[in-house]
């Protein structure tokens, strides 16, 4: 299997994008048909399970870890300029190689 040249990449983004596009908005119309029926308990505990949720999800984002994104855009600028790219399958299989000589190893 080859890897997928720039424009590939982006027609099948664009693909996932819209099907997610989709099921976001299916998402969103049952959330509100539930918060448009829900008593005061669901309320409250939805509130408590947005707080802790918006807490959790934005405090340290992978974006804002510029050790990280240096290393995508080191990885990206590699790939661009040539680099060896591996397909899912060979990443794998050195991973499942890389596995199997740790447990070899005697203690």
């Given at each position: 299997?080859?890897?997928?040249?720039?424009?590939?990449?982006?027609?099948?983004?664009?693909?996932?994008?819209?099907?997610?596009?989709?099921?976001?908005?299916?998402?969103?119309?049952?959330?509100?048909?539930f918060v448009?029926?829900?008593?005061?308990?669901?309320?409250?505990?939805?509130?408590?399970?947005?707080?802790?949720?918006?807490?959790?999800?934005?405090?340290?984002?992978?974006?804002?870890?510029k050790?990280?994104?240096?290393?995508?855009?080191?990885?990206?600028?590699?790939?661009v300029?040539?680099g060896?790219?591996?397909?899912?399958?060979?990443?794998?299989?050195?991973?499942?190689?890389?596995?199997?000589?740790?447990?070899?190893?005697?203690?």
């Open positions: 299997m080859k890897p997928l040249n720039l424009l590939e990449m982006l027609m099948y983004m664009k693909k996932e994008d819209v099907l997610r596009k989709k099921k976001e908005d299916a998402l969103r119309k049952k959330l509100r048909d448009d029926k829900a008593d005061d308990n669901a309320l409250q505990a939805l509130d408590d399970f947005i707080d802790n949720t918006v807490d959790m999800t934005f405090s340290g984002a992978w974006w804002d870890d050790a990280f994104m240096a290393e995508m855009k080191r990885r990206w600028k590699e790939y300029q040539g060896k790219v591996y397909t899912h399958e060979e990443a794998m299989e050195m991973a499942r190689k890389a596995i199997k000589s740790v447990k070899r190893k005697p203690a």
